[in-house]
């Protein structure tokens, strides 16, 4: 699986369109409150420090993130909103898979560029 890492992670229902999710396991995912405090960093660590926050899994091309920068998040909200903040600044997309796996969708675009 190269180019992919896999975690933990994500949150909530109004963004459900936006990050495909069509499903009551997906809003459920994606609904889950959490506290969290992470500081401006790359999205690539910033997800993978949030799926550990969530206890989810996250499958990503984290090479494809390394070079976006993240606000720094901090208080009580659904994992979908730190999704949203984290990803505001890309393309990119998340979908709820099965169970608590979330995979951030790459715009074919991009990876046909790199």
Do not use: Y
């Amino acid at each position: 699986m190269r180019g992919f890492l896999k975690m933990a992670a994500l949150g909530w229902g109004f963004l459900m369109p936006l990050l495909g999710v069509a499903d009551d396991r997906g809003e459920a995912v994606l609904g889950k409150t959490i506290d969290v405090k992470l500081p401006a960093q790359h999205a690539t660590t910033a997800l993978i420090q949030l799926s550990t926050l969530a206890g989810l899994q996250i499958v990503m091309r984290g090479h494809l993130l390394d070079s976006i920068d993240t606000p720094e998040l901090h208080g009580r909200m659904s994992v979908g909103v730190a999704l949203e903040r984290i990803l505001q600044a890309t393309p990119h997309t998340i979908q709820v898979t099965e169970g608590n796996t979330v995979t951030v969708i790459v715009p074919s675009i991009i990876t046909t560029v790199r």
